[in-house]
Each structure stands twice: as structure tokens, then as C-alpha cells.
Nanobody
Framework: QVQLVESGGGLVQAGGSLRLSCAASGIIFSVGAMGWYRQAPGKQRELVAT???????NYADSVKGRFTISRDNSKNTVYLQMNSLKPEDTAVYYC???????????????WGQGTQVTVSS
């Protein structure tokens, strides 16, 4: 069974740092783009950052210069280094990955279960 397993969330003071990890496990033929999204209470889920299989990145304006997305293709893992955290970064962070389970199938998007990030002021 294919799944995305996230780790690294927690409680941190404003100005602090956290590193999120998300590993894709199971029988996977190919991993395409990977990314992080977040959802704060009462708000819609929003894009935080994405990274293609070739390493091209894209960031939400609100996190540019503070967050860095990276990936280890040998481990099917994506990371999100979050620095200079602000209370408004508080949310559940979700990992997303485009996975091809067999060479005859196309890529399909998968979601992790989410990890809570809380930034205190």
C-alpha cells in the first residue's frame, strides 16, 4: 500500500525553526513533483512550496526567503526547512506527491495525513 508519511511538526516559538520530512513508501515506479501545503483553522488549504523531480522549486510569497524545499530522490523523500517562523505559519502541513505506481499508469496525486505546526508569539 502506497502512503506518504510525514514527520517533524511541533511547537516552536516565533523566530524558531522546524524541519518537516515526508517519505513515500510502497511499490512506486516513479515519483514526480512533490510539495507541501498547509491549512489553518477556518481557512482553505494553500500551497506552501513545490519541487519537481528535476529540482525546480516554487514558493508561496508568504514563505519566500524563510522556507526551503528539497528532496532526496533516492529515498523518495521531500523536506521543508522552515526558518524565522511566525505565528501566522501555524497550520496543519500536508505533503503531496505525484506518484506513478506502474509504467503503464499515469501520475496520480497522493496526500499525507498532515502534521501540526504551532508557532507561539
Amino acid at each position: 500500500q502506497v502512503q506518504l508519511v510525514e514527520s517533524g511538526g511541533g511547537l516552536v516559538q516565533a523566530g524558531g525553526s522546524l524541519r518537516l520530512s515526508c517519505a513515500a513508501s510502497g511499490i512506486i515506479f516513479s515519483v514526480g513533483a512533490m510539495g507541501w501545503y498547509r491549512q489553518a483553522p477556518g481557512k482553505q488549504r494553500e500551497l506552501v512550496a513545490t519541487i519537481t523531480s528535476g529540482g525546480s522549486t516554487n514558493y508561496a510569497d508568504s514563505v519566500k526567503g524563510r522556507f526551503t524545499i528539497s528532496r532526496d530522490n533516492s529515498k523518495n523523500t521531500v523536506y521543508l526547512q522552515m526558518n524565522s517562523l511566525k505565528p501566522e505559519d501555524t497550520a496543519v502541513y500536508y505533503c503531496n506527491a505525484d506518484l506513478m505506481l506502474h509504467y503503464t499508469l499515469g501520475y496520480r496525486g497522493y496526500w499525507g495525513q498532515g502534521t501540526q505546526v504551532t508557532v507561539s508569539s
